[in-house]
């Protein structure tokens, strides 16, 4: 009987941790395609991609990237978080297996040899604060999920900027990998801020 209590106790605040840590979604924008600049583009088909801890001296970081570089940069970083569209979504996930909202960024970025942190709320550190006028696809928008947090817990990478509607990928914990619009109800209430951090 105290085993019992001891279980139930340990697996619902994992339960609670897992459903808040990268939101979820009750409507979504599906789209094939995105336009960067006036190239539009099929999104790539997933592949299984293993994330290696320790890529070594071969890393890149956000300092060094230059100007003529960025447009191609961005393109490729979409194209690596697109491959994932339709995984499902998987508590601190990095591969077509499974992944959470954080792990499908922070993937994106290595893919290239970036380095950027590991959690939404770190990387939510990195780069500038811009307004929603100025996203452009590439940047990263940033949101605080579920009644009781109080910090940011959600991120999702903007892969296309339309009149009026800005459409982003994540992984929610109802339906994974997706492409949602900043428009939907949900997503627009729990949206705290876009940061450009290349």
């Known amino acids: 009987m105290k085993r019992n209590r001891i279980i139930k106790h340990s697996i619902i605040p994992a339960i609670c941790l897992a459903l808040t840590g990268c939101g979820g979604s009750k409507?979504?924008?599906?789209?094939n395609a995105a336009v960067i600049?006036?190239?539009?583009?099929?999104?790539?088909?997933?592949?299984?991609?293993?994330?290696?801890?320790?890529?070594?001296?071969?890393?890149?970081?956000?300092?060094?990237?230059?100007?003529?570089?960025?447009?191609q940069l961005r393109y490729n970083i979409i194209s690596n978080a697109r491959r994932f569209e339709g995984t499902p979504y998987k508590y601190g996930g990095t591969?077509?297996?499974?992944?959470?909202?954080?792990?499908?960024?922070y993937t994106a970025f290595l893919e290239e040899n970036i380095s950027i942190p590991r959690v939404s709320r770190a990387i939510a550190e990195e780069g500038k604060r811009i307004?929603?006028?100025?996203?452009?696809?590439?940047?990263?928008?940033?949101f605080i999920t579920g009644r009781r947090s109080k910090n940011i817990n959600h991120v999702g990478l903007v892969?296309?900027?339309?009149?009026?509607?800005?459409?982003?990928?994540?992984?929610?914990?109802s339906q994974g990998v997706i492409v949602s619009s900043l428009n939907e109800g949900y997503w627009n209430n729990a949206f705290i801020e876009a940061r450009r951090i290349m």
């Open 27 to 31: 409507t979504t924008t599906q789209t």
């Open 159 to 173: 892969v296309d900027v339309l009149p009026g509607q800005i459409l982003f990928i994540h992984s929610s914990t």
């Open 131 to 142: 307004k929603t006028d100025e996203v452009i696809p590439g940047d990263l928008l940033f």
């Open 95 to 105: 591969t077509s297996k499974g992944m959470d909202c954080s792990g499908l960024i």
């Open 37 to 71: 600049g006036a190239v539009e583009y099929e999104a790539p088909k997933r592949k299984e991609i293993k994330v290696s801890e320790d890529a070594g001296d071969e890393l890149i970081y956000l300092s060094e990237i230059k100007d003529e570089d960025e447009n």
